[in-house]
């Protein structure tokens, strides 16, 4: 099935609803765990909710904001309004708008749109991982693979046991790696798929978190695989994105020798 009506009404709507928030006051408070949140994120995702509902008004949705407890059936649409909030409110301009459609068992559909940065990436199942229009792998054939690492939910205070973290650390000082946390999980998935990281890890498992990078990734020519090798599935505790065969065995190996 082809999704190009769709991605189509999100490069329309998207930036758009975001130069709106510019021009907007914002307004801050916090939820659990002293996560922040503003009107923006507010305003986007109920404004990305209401162009989609009349496009597609059966479609259903799954997002940070106001539909955290729904799951996932098919053309279901994953929504984070604003991935990287705290960035967004101190004035560092790495945040994203994301979305991704969930349909038939499987992400078919990806957007990320960088408003400050001037990128925006989408992915089609299938169709390749692209950047403002070119498409973008995460490394370039013949060419000597990076050797930077990003992380994200060492900082997130939960329950989750976080030796992980401190392993890949460890592994990144051993092989000289260099280690980049940049605050947003959507922006860090789609600077892989662009090619800037050999490694990403994170214990987040938020659908609107994850969803279109997964798709990205993929669709760049990356390896997504949970702590096991297994490949990933939505729903795993543990998620490895790697650029290519070789970094992904000494990783593994490390991890089964810990």
């Not at 659990?32 to 008004?57: C, G, H, W, Y």
């Not at 760049?220 to 990933?232: F, W």
Request: charged fraction near 25%; include cysteine; hydrophobic fraction near 35%.
């Amino acid at each position: 099935m082809n999704y190009e009506k769709e991605l189509r009404l999100l490069e329309q709507v998207v930036p758009n609803l975001f130069q709106q928030t510019e021009e907007q006051e914002k307004k801050v408070s916090y939820k659990q765990r002293n996560e922040v949140v503003t009107s923006s994120d507010l305003f986007m995702e109920s404004e990305i909710i209401k162009a989609i509902k009349k496009e597609f008004p059966n479609d259903l949705f799954h997002s940070e904001e106001f539909n955290r407890e729904t799951g996932l059936g098919d053309r279901t649409w994953l929504i984070d309004p604003i991935d990287g909030t705290s960035n967004y409110v101190h004035r560092l301009d790495l945040f994203v708008v994301q979305i991704a459609l969930y349909d038939k068992g499987e992400i078919v559909l990806a957007y990320v749109h960088v408003p400050r940065v001037g990128k925006t990436y989408h992915a089609i199942k299938g169709e390749g991982c692209y950047l403002n229009g070119k498409r973008v792998n995460v490394y370039s054939e013949g060419e000597k693979p990076n050797r930077l690492m990003t992380m994200v939910g060492l900082s997130h205070q939960t329950t989750k046991d976080k030796h992980l973290f401190f392993h890949m650390i460890s592994f990144s000082y051993k092989n000289d790696i260099k280690i980049r946390i940049l605050g947003s999980l959507g922006y860090e998935m789609a600077a892989m798929a662009e090619g800037s990281f050999v490694i990403l890890y994170t214990d987040v498992t938020n659908y609107w978190d994850i969803g279109p990078g997964i798709l990205m990734i993929r669709e760049a020519g990356g390896i997504i695989v949970n702590q096991l090798g297994e490949n990933y599935e939505i729903g795993d505790e543990h998620m490895f994105c790697f650029a290519d065969e070789t970094i992904k065995s000494q990783v593994l190996e490390s991890l089964r020798n810990q």
